[in-house]
């Protein structure tokens, strides 16, 4: 069964050892009990004398009222310790643990300091901040400096220097090829150190196309056995897909070996041990 506390028991015995430690009064033989329970309660990191003026308060929440706003720098000192020595993700870094204690210690006894330290001392901390720091990188880079006249060549013997990464002129921006054709830039070097060309007209790839599925994949056949078959287009064309797929598997394997046979120095077909 749990007991409970008397909260006037409590605020007795907190009141003896506080004269016991501060003012020096002796306690009676009859608070030995008394003194043992105030000794306990000083051991708890509860307790509510301050460890550092050793001043007496009503609760453990009164004393770290006072310890924050007369030991700043002993309060934000003790909670990084905390933090340090918890499992728990730290949520300050030690450099913003001290200017919170500073900033503290400048402003003892003002109104909203933890308003005070979000706005001056953390802004960098709020979600405006945090979303608009990635924009703001390429916003806040200097924009490069240039004349409104073009430089003239005979002046100063001065040369006019265009590179790729400044581009024609200064105000205009960086020119980035489509990706459509860096693609085709790949794939044509690849091809080239295969040995196979790439269609570039609608012919060629209307050609390659009856190549790997002749015009005799997309006729309509009967089927040998089974029940009624749905001659609608949906139906008609999954046939077709299944027959171009079938087809594509088979002789996808010989047009691989055609082209590594091709190459001069490829790999070997076999495997040797």
């Known amino acids: 069964m749990q007991q409970i506390?008397?909260?006037?028991?409590?605020?007795?015995?907190?009141?003896?050892?506080?004269?016991?430690?501060?003012?020096?009064?002796?306690?009676?033989?009859?608070?030995?009990?008394?003194?043992?329970?105030?000794?306990?309660?000083?051991?708890?990191?509860?307790?509510?004398?301050?460890?550092?003026?050793?001043?007496?308060?009503?609760?453990?929440?009164?004393?770290?009222?006072?310890?924050?706003?007369?030991?700043?720098?002993?309060?934000?000192?003790?909670?990084?310790?905390?933090?340090?020595?918890g499992s728990r993700r730290v949520r300050w870094d030690p450099e913003e643990l001290a200017m919170m204690a500073a900033f503290e210690a400048l402003h003892l006894g003002a109104r909203n300091i933890n308003k005070e330290i979000r706005e001056r001392v953390l802004p960098h901390r709020t979600i405006d901040a945090i979303k608009g720091a990635q924009g703001l990188e390429a916003?806040?880079?200097?924009?490069?400096?240039?004349?409104?006249?073009?430089?003239?060549?005979?002046?100063?013997?001065?040369t006019v220097i265009t590179t790729p990464e400044n581009g024609a002129s200064c105000g205009e921006p960086p020119?980035?090829?489509?990706?459509?054709?860096?693609?085709?830039?790949?794939?044509?070097?690849?091809?080239?150190?295969?040995?196979?060309?790439?269609?570039?007209?609608?012919?060629?790839?209307?050609?390659?196309?009856?190549?790997?599925?002749?015009p005799s994949a997309y006729t309509y056949k009967e089927p040998g056995r089974g029940g009624p078959v749905s001659r609608n287009k949906k139906a008609k064309r999954k046939r077709d897909y299944r027959r171009i797929q079938k087809l594509w598997r088979k002789e996808r394997g010989r047009a691989v070996k055609e082209i590594i046979t091709g190459i001069p120095d490829g790999p070997p077909l076999i495997p040797q041990a």
Request: contains cysteine; charged residues 25%; neutral net charge.
């Open 139 to 158: 916003a806040s880079a200097p924009a490069p400096l240039c004349s409104a006249t073009p430089p003239n060549d005979h002046q100063f013997g001065s």
């Open 175 to 214: 020119f980035h090829p489509p990706a459509e054709d860096v693609i085709y830039i790949h794939v044509s070097e690849l091809s080239r150190a295969l040995g196979l060309t790439i269609p570039s007209r609608i012919e060629e790839v209307e050609a390659q196309v009856d190549l790997w599925c002749p």
């Open 5 to 85: 506390r008397d909260p006037q028991k409590n605020s007795q015995n907190r009141r003896l050892l506080w004269e016991a430690l501060v003012v020096g009064n002796p306690p009676f033989h009859s608070d030995l009990k008394m003194m043992s329970r105030g000794l306990a309660i000083m051991g708890d990191r509860e307790s509510p004398i301050c460890p550092i003026c050793r001043q007496f308060f009503k609760d453990f929440r009164g004393r770290r009222v006072h310890q924050r706003v007369a030991h700043p720098r002993e309060f934000h000192g003790e909670e990084a310790q905390a933090l340090s020595a």
